[in-house]
């Protein structure tokens, strides 16, 4: 089954939005394998944007990511990498639909909530970087015959 990276970014956490982040994504029918509150390292956090680099963002993007805890989550689920994303909302709040995270709560592309991964090859990479297989549990939820046919 599917499996995708999602973190709730400090901006997130510090506002008291995980709650209704992870809200989201329940009530859409993905299924929660992952969960832990990270204050992340330096190292880390250029592990995981390290396709940034380059960006003039970048050592702005890390300090922010470093700045106070995130919570790190995997969800699983039929096709829950690409719908995650539109859960999500483009990058950019100021242009994110509402009914999206990011364009119900966010106003500043360097402030935009949430992590998701954004392919497969991704998120089995970002997976293994934030999570050890021991973190994560695989297990039915009693609801899913009532989500997928
Ligand atoms: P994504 O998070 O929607 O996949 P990416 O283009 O992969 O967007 O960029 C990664 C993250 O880098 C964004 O979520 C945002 O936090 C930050 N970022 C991207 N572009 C800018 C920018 O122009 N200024 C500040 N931060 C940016
Ligand atoms: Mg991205």
């Known amino acids: 089954m599917e499996r ?11 506002r008291g939005l995980v709650g209704e ?10 299924t929660l394998v992952g969960l832990k509150l990270v204050q992340v390292t330096r190292e880390l956090a250029e592990a995981h944007y390290d396709v940034h680099k380059e960006r003039p963002f970048f050592n702005g993007l890390v300090d922010f990511i470093i700045s106070s805890p995130l919570v790190a989550m995997v969800w699983e689920g039929e096709g829950v990498i690409a719908s995650a994303r539109k859960l999500i909302g483009a990058t950019n709040p100021l242009t994110a639909e509402p009914g999206t995270i990011r364009g119900d ?13 954004d392919a497969p090859e991704t998120a089995q990479k970002e997976i293994a970087l934030w999570f050890t297989d021991e973190e994560l549990v695989s297990w039915e939820a009693s609801l899913k015959s009532w989500l997928v046919e």
Do not use: M, Y
Not at 4 to 14: L, S
Not at 21 to 30: C, D, Q, S, V
Not at 105 to 117: A, E, K, P, T, Y
């Open 4 to 14: 995708t990276f999602i973190a709730i970014k400090p901006d997130g956490v510090q």
């Open 105 to 117: 709560f966010g106003v500043s592309v360097g402030r935009n909530l949430i992590h998701g991964s």
């Open 21 to 30: 982040i992870i809200k989201r994504f329940e009530a859409k029918g993905f």
